[in-house]
Nanobody
Framework: QVQFVESGGGLVQPGGSLRLSCVAS????????MAWYRQAPRKQREWVAYISSSGSSTTYADSVKGRFTISRDNAKNTGYLQMSSLKPEDTAVYYC?????????WGQGTQVTVSS
């Protein structure tokens, strides 16, 4: 079975930073495009960023461009999302998955709350 386990979320004040981690198991981590998604309360899940299998190319949603950095360490089967200059509108549950996502791969996510 394939599993993604997200961690690193928490409560942070506006302007603060957090680093999320995503540990994958059940398949070769280097063999897919890894992406981060988020779902805010009462909103649909949205794509945030993705990174190529080798880590050589990254793409971001306009809402996070310039503030978030996606990365991966294939040797550790781990992906990361470095978030800075956080805004209240970044509050959401953050998930990792493939791009495009596979429904069977959704994990529990990690909660990020940006509030003063």
């Amino acid at each position: 079975q394939v599993q993604f386990v997200e961690s690193g979320g928490g409560l942070v004040q506006p302007g603060g930073s957090l680093r999320l981690s995503c540990v994958a198991s059940g398949r070769i981590f280097s063999g897919f495009i890894m992406a981060w998604y988020r779902q805010a309360p009462r909103k649909q899940r949205e794509w945030v960023a993705y990174i190529s299998s080798s880590g050589s190319s990254t793409t971001y949603a306009d809402s996070v461009k310039g503030r978030f950095t996606i990365s991966r360490d294939n040797a550790k089967n781990t992906g990361y999302l470095q978030m800075s200059s956080l805004k209240p509108e970044d509050t959401a549950v953050y998930y990792c998955n493939q791009f495009p996502p596979q429904t069977v791969y959704w994990g529990q996510g990690t909660q990020v709350t940006v509030s003063s």
